[in-house]
T-cell receptor, first 115, second 112 residues
């Protein structure tokens, strides 16, 4: 199946700093990528939809100034957590969809810990 | 509003037996359904999907059944293996849209 990578897999940062997470589609082009957050023992929560060449679409309750998304190319989307706080500590997962196809493929996730 | 529901948070099955994971949905616009497997601290892995024009799709040990009238789908794993132990999420979408709805997951444990 299609491969989606994320980097880094784990990151620890201090409160108040910013962290960038990269999501790449390795063997296909993705005009649309999705960013999810998983809380313990809960389902994946869609944060935003990242569109190549245009602004991301954020879900209700997600602060767009805090979670900056950039989709600069057909294979790369980045999520930057700005001014991180301990409550931002979570597991962040990106997903990409093959054009004209319903299946989404997920990255391996990034564990963010804010101290 | 949970449009996709997995009412069993956990399931234990003996190795070699059949595992049946269930999923219900409420939105009749959904026309494409997927099952994902997820290990802790990893992203979901796509397993199998089914379009609403079918009622069954099979891939090796995995079979997905869709009952549109009941708005219900199930994943059958047979024979179950210890390596199948993971959390399984069902998901639904309207194929042309960006909205993608996950269930809350069922944790499957296959006992050797």
């Amino acid at each position: 199946g299609a491969v989606v990578s994320q980097h880094p897999s784990r990151v620890i940062c201090k409160s108040g700093t910013s962290v960038k997470i990269e999501c790449r589609s390795l063997d296909f082009q993705a005009t649309t990528m999705f960013w999810y957050r998983q809380f313990p023992k809960k389902s994946l929560m869609l944060m935003a939809t990242s569109n190549e060449g245009s602004k991301a679409t954020y879900e209700q309750g997600v602060e767009k100034d805090k979670f900056l998304i950039n989709h600069a190319s057909l294979t790369l989307s980045t999520l930057t957590v700005t001014s991180a706080h301990p409550e931002d500590s979570s597991f962040y997962i990106c997903s990409a969809r093959l054009q004209g196809h319903g299946t989404r493929y997920f990255g391996p996730g990034t564990r963010l810990t804010v101290t | 509003d949970q449009q996709v529901k997995q009412n069993s948070p956990s399931l234990s099955v003996q190795e070699g037996r059949i595992s049946i994971l269930n999923c219900d949905y409420t939105n009749s616009m959904f026309d494409y359904f997927l099952w994902y497997k997820k290990y802790p601290a990893e992203g979901p892995t796509f397993l199998i999907s089914i379009s609403s024009i079918k009622d069954k799709n099979e891939d090796g040990r995995f079979t997905v059944f869709l009952n549109k009238s009941a708005k219900h789908l199930s994943l059958h794993i047979v024979p179950s293996q210890p390596g199948d132990s993971a959390v399984y999420f069902c998901a639904a979408t309207a194929n042309t849209g960006n909205q993608f709805y996950f269930g809350t997951g069922t944790s499957l444990t296959v006992i050797p």
